[in-house]
C-alpha cells in the first residue's frame, strides 16, 4: 500500500529528528543540506495541496509512482530572487526508508541530491560520485537508470530510489514552478 502524502512528510520529518545511528552519522541535517544546494539563500517553507489533476501530470511527468496530494517545497531566495526549490523525498530503498532532498534550480534542472536519512546498511547507500550524475539533469526521457545515469554496483535498489525520487521532484517542480505556473 503506498503511503499518502502526509505519511510521507511525516516520515520525512521523523527520520531527519531520529538521533542518528552510526550508519548516518556523516548525513547532514535537513537545514544543513538546504544550505549546500543554495549557499547564503534564505528560505521559504511553502505547502501545496495538488489537485487531482496536478497530481495526475505529475505523475504522467516522472513516470513513478507519486506520493499524494501534499506537497512542502523549501523556496531559496536571495535578494528577492528565486534561486530554486527543494523537496525532501521520504522512500523505500529495500525494506527501510531513506529520504534524500532534491534541490532544482530555477531553470528546471537538478542542483544537488543530498541524503539526510538512511536506514538500509551503509554499504547499499550511494556515493557522492554516483550522485553526482543526477545533477544537471531535467525531466527527461534519458534521466533513467541504464539510460542516462549508470546503475551502482551492488545497490541497484537504492540508484532505482534515488532516481526515481529526482523524477518526482522534477515533476513536482515542473508542475508547481515550472513555465506557465
Not at 60 to 81: M, N
Not at 170 to 181: C, K, M, N, S, T
Request: one cysteine or more; proline letters at 6%.
Amino acid at each position: 500500500m503506498p503511503l499518502s502524502g502526509s505519511r510521507i512528510l511525516l516520515a520525512a520529518a521523523l527520520a531527519a529528528s531520529a538521533t542518528p545511528g552510526p550508519l548516518c552519522a556523516a548525513l547532514p541535517t535537513q537545514d544543513q543540506a538546504l544550505a549546500l544546494a543554495f549557499p547564503g539563500a534564505a528560505f521559504l517553507r511553502k505547502e501545496h495541496f495538488l489537485t487531482e489533476p496536478q497530481a495526475r501530470l505529475a505523475k504522467t511527468l516522472a513516470g513513478v509512482e507519486f506520493p499524494g496530494l501534499w506537497i512542502v517545497a523549501y523556496e531559496a531566495r536571495k535578494d528577492g530572487k528565486l534561486l530554486g526549490v527543494a523537496f525532501f523525498d521520504t522512500h523505500r530503498v529495500r525494506t527501510l526508508n531513506e529520504t534524500a532532498m532534491v534541490a532544482i534550480g530555477a531553470e528546471g534542472r537538478i542542483l544537488r541530491v543530498e541524503v539526510v536519512a538512511f536506514r538500509e546498511p551503509q554499504e547499499y547507500m550511494a556515493k557522492e560520485a554516483w550522485k553526482k550524475q543526477l545533477e544537471g539533469h531535467g525531466l527527461d526521457p534519458d534521466f533513467k537508470l541504464n539510460r542516462g545515469i549508470r546503475p551502482l554496483s551492488g545497490a541497484t535498489l537504492t540508484a532505482n530510489a534515488l532516481t526515481d525520487a529526482s523524477r518526482r521532484c522534477l515533476a513536482i517542480w515542473r508542475v508547481l514552478y515550472g513555465p506557465g505556473q
